[in-house]
């Protein structure tokens, strides 16, 4: 028999000496089978993953779940208070993982999550977006080399999976460390809820979720091609100015291309921008305004896969506009 339960799990207290409790819903489902974890905002402003929660929340049924699914829709509750991606003091909380029981404030709420959460989870999805100003293509970030890792990001059905396997302290890295393989959704923006987004981070979550028998098998929907790509690199502006730039994420670009440029207050081109290595876009800034060193475009870099990509594109009739 399932059951699904709505819990608060205290973390820590408020300047007016009350409770700062994250919302969990733990839905057993009928059959026995893994645990899964699946949350979101860590990054306080990065809340398009607590409506891929909400979503999966009204899909999950616990009479055809098997196993159990433990949901969390906002982790950093200060910073979703805030609106912002930190924690009090300008902590990034996702650089505090595992934390510490006796810790500073971020070490103790991650001690929490992970005590309680994480490590009681056989696998589990961590969901962001792109930081303030940036904007991303839905992609999958964990450590490739990690064979369990693989297989759950295989399995999510993104087209690009980056091997990343995470700063230190970051929970992703941490949980996988702990025994607990985790990825990382990273796609669109902060503050805000994308519909295509949120269902793509449905689908996707709701693929791994079949995959390791937890959820009936259901029709999925492929990507056009899957890579793994193991480099990364920003294109930085090298001019002051006012960006125009022609490309969005999902682009594949090559080594040498214009893909922007900056002007001056009268209109004029100050400096072309060129794509310094062939790739997919997977990130750009979604502010309009550069000094020298702003990161504006975000490249997955290819080459063993670029003739892969090549004709996955061609064929699925992007050709022309080469974009995902
Ligand atoms: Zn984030």
Do not use: C
């Amino acid at each position: 028999m399932g059951e699904t339960r709505e819990i608060y799990l205290k973390v820590s207290e408020s300047y007016l000496a009350s409770s700062i409790q994250i919302p969990v819903t733990v839905i057993r489902g009928r059959a026995p089978g893994p645990t899964a974890f699946v949350l979101a905002a860590i990054h306080g402003d990065e809340i398009n993953g607590a409506d891929i929660v909400r979503r999966l929340m009204f899909d999950i049924d616990h009479e055809k779940l098997s196993g159990t699914l433990i949901a969390i829709p906002v982790v950093n509750i200060p910073g979703f208070l805030a609106q912002s991606r930190y924690l009090p003091y300008h902590r990034d909380l996702n650089r505090f993982f595992p934390g510490k029981r006796k810790g500073n404030n971020a070490e103790r709420i991650a001690a929490r999550l992970f005590n309680e959460i994480i490590l009681k989870s056989d696998f589990g999805i961590d969901l962001h977006t792109a930081a303030d100003g940036r904007v991303n293509l839905p992609h999958i970030r964990g450590d490739m080399t990690h064979p369990r890792v693989r297989h759950i990001a295989r399995a999510f059905g993104a087209a690009v999976l980056v091997n990343q396997a995470g700063m230190p302290g970051s929970l992703r890295r941490e949980a996988t460390e702990a025994g607990v393989p985790t990825i990382l959704f990273e796609a669109g923006e902060t503050r805000r809820f994308s519909n295509r987004i949120s269902a793509a981070g449905l689908r996707g979550v709701l693929n791994v979720l079949s995959e390791f028998g937890m959820w009936p098998a259901h029709e999925q929907e492929r990507p056009p091609f899957q890579v793994i790509v193991k480099a990364s690199e920003w294109i930085r502006a090298e001019k002051g100015g006012i960006l125009d730039l022609n490309v969005r994420p999902g682009d594949l670009i090559y080594k040498g291309d214009v893909i922007g440029a900056i002007l001056n207050p009268f209109g004029k081109t100050v400096t072309q921008l060129r794509a310094p290595t062939t790739g997919i876009v997977i990130g750009v800034t979604t502010a309009p305004l550069t000094v020298p060193g702003t990161g504006v475009i975000h490249v997955a870099r290819l080459k063993k896969t670029l003739p892969l990509v090549e004709r996955s594109l061609k064929k699925s009739g992007k050709r022309a506009r080469r974009r995902l």
